[in-house]
């Protein structure tokens, strides 16, 4: 009993951290090869205006991946695939409520956060209540929502984002980084504090690790698994909303390039598949990396077919490596 | 036909010695009935017959001739055919392919002669027509039978491979009165026909009904074979409890705190649900009540009820004696319910996460907490875990690091951070070493002594005796006796256990 020394601040660093932060580190280290590479291929890839740039792609990436960790974290198989119905949504919903004003910036944070969480939560209530695998579940929703998507852009424009909004994504706020920097910061915050030092955030590490455990000390693990889809329709909104302060305006299916990167920034980050161990900040510096990769496949002139095509094999080679969390129950 | 006969078989698990000397031999033509008490040995001996453990030492020979199974299909080609307990069906497959599937008639090689399948199944199936009750027939698929429906199938399955040597692993555990004489009555036929028969069962009024020999097995050797007509059941559970039978269970008599007056914390009257029925009794403060009996008689089925799990469909449940109704974990836990089950890696451990969230659920939950102070858990866990001598390096190792014994210790003490008024141990020591089995004893004595009542149910009997006030002993779902002060003998435990229902 001797480990007093961990402090206060790390509830799960020395030990159970290690597993965690291995790719973590690995993750930091391949960021910084790749931003090199980049500056060998094509000199200013590296520039302070250009890391700003994806710093900001990477926050937008990186709040739609904090919901799909928590829906992973909480194991059974959770996924949600339908975080890009919702970004598209959110952006579409947001555009035409603010339609150009600043005044309508609330309404339309409102209305998004409410209609994703409202989403999310029918995804939670599909997979507990109804019992539908996350993946027919999400997947079956992200039907539902590309539906309504070509139903409401018949007719309707789609609205422009609110200038202080757009400000808020691109402009220097605070410490020369825009307004989303910190935001995305504060969420990294929050996530940690959530997972690491609220009752909350042990009970999805045990359901996530072992459900039948969790239920047999007390844990609602029903209650629990909602909330964390509730959750991820929320920050899937949040991140369409912001989409549309950094595009200006909602163009068709704009969040569908989010699905597979969230994915994968949680993988990379250091979160298996199968839930119950990993964390945030790993996924963090997964969103980061994703960004700085896409950027060098532009660079290098790799059109969006060409990205995904390495993406999905991306997700397939990081499976091999660490997705079989399922031997820890041995 | 064949003659098996198993000489001197022995067969260790690592340090554990699950057989030291295994002798039985089955002749053609009888029923020979093989008994002993959990853990004894007895399905040991029976996996080396059926080629799924191979021994250490001894040897096994068919027809006079050494042979050695080096699996299931081996013990198939040299004419043995097991009925495991464990039903293997397949659930979406229709009765007649489950029966067909050990030997699937082909076409060409290649194609199942459909047929033929039907024609080999309906003619097992028609031997139990009569008694297997509705909606049973070759088309059913399996998964909509009854559980009786699918214990026929598997033995429809075993007795269409016509092997030679049949071994039959508790094969009427769910099956009522006629079917069972359906079976024997089939049982006999084979029995002409001059096949060999093992026949593992707990129930002594079947054991006298088809046997013709009967092996007992004790402490992993077998220690008598008798002639059924020779033999009765006394004599039978004498040979299973051997020398130390007689005797009370002396050394180490929990205390008898248990005093008469003092006040009831868990009243149980005709509770009744999912694998037994009409089960009362009584918790006094300070006591610990034993659940005795052999495996799988409803023990921790209600256990199980009792902490919510799955609610019982009849009776009441008192606790501090006002009425409750319990619905969930959660709702015992906030009554002040506790529940250790033995299958700690299924019901019990957070893998991969560190000991303090391993230790916290429960403290969370009775106090309605939202926010976590690492600082204030870790001294509020340690006074439970160092009163179980839990060895661990620091809370935030995680718990798998940790020996079988010690993680279960993880998992005992956070239901002792607040302590539980009633604690419910449902076979809590399984697998787990002897030292941390005595730290674990000696912490729930105390823990009684300070005045909490327990349910132990344990499948060691040893442990029954050595630490419950009174035993209850369970079969076929439920209390068939009850076992107090000198009662408590192994004798009386096995007696009772055996007894048909």
Redesign the interface.
Known sequence: ????T?G?A????????ALVRQPLVIALVLIVALLALGEMLSPGFASPQQILRLLIVAALLGIVAAGQNLVILGGREGIDLSVGGVVSLSAILAGNVMNGSDAGILPAILACLAVGALFGTFNGIGVTLLRIPPLVMTLGMLGVLQGLLVVIRQGVPSGRAAPALAEFVTRPFLLGLPGIIWLWLLIGVAMAFLL????????V??IG??E?????????VRLIRILLFTLSGAFAALAGLCLIGYAGTSFANVGELYMLPSIIAVVLGGTPLSG??GGYTGTMAGAVLLVILQSILTTINIDESGRQMIFGLTLLVLMMFYGRGRA??A | MAHLSIRGARKAYGATIALSRGDFDLKEGEVHVLIGSNGSGKSTLCKIVAGSVRPDAGEVLINGKPVSIDGPRAARGLGIATFYQELSLAAHRTVAENIGLPELPAKGGIFVDRDRLKAVAERYISRFADVAGKGFSADTRVEHLREDQRQLVEIMKTLATEAPILIFDEPTSSLDRSQVERFFDVLRELKAQGRGIVFISHRMDEIFAIGDRVTVIRDGETVATSLISQTDPSAIIRQMVGEQGELAAADGAPPAAAAESSETVLAVTGLGGRGFANVSFEVGRGEIVGFGGLHGQGQSAVLRSI?G?SPASQGTIRLKGEERTIRS??E???NGLA?V?GDR??????????I??NV???H??RNK????R??SL?ERA?KPLSALKTR???????V??LSGGNQQKIVIA?WLIDRPDVLLLDDPTKGIDLQAKADLFALIRSLAAEGMGIVLYSSEDAELLANADRILVFNGGSVSRELKGADRTRYNLYHAAYEAA
């Not at chain 1, 790390?10 to 951290?17: D, H, N, P, Q, T």
């Open positions: 009993m001797s480990v007093e961990a206060r790390g509830v799960s660093r020395f030990s159970a951290g690491r030092r609220t009752v909350f955030g042990y009970r590490y045990a690790s072992n039948q455990a969790a239920m047999l000390a007390g844990v609602p119950g161990k820890m129950r | 902490f799990v974990p959660r015992a836990i906030r529940y089950s890696g299924r019901d019990g451990v957070v893998h991969g996460r560190p303090l969230e916290t659920p429960i969370f939950l907490l939202s926010v976590v690492p600082g870790r340690a661990f390096a620091g809370y935030d190792q995680p798998n690091a956070r």
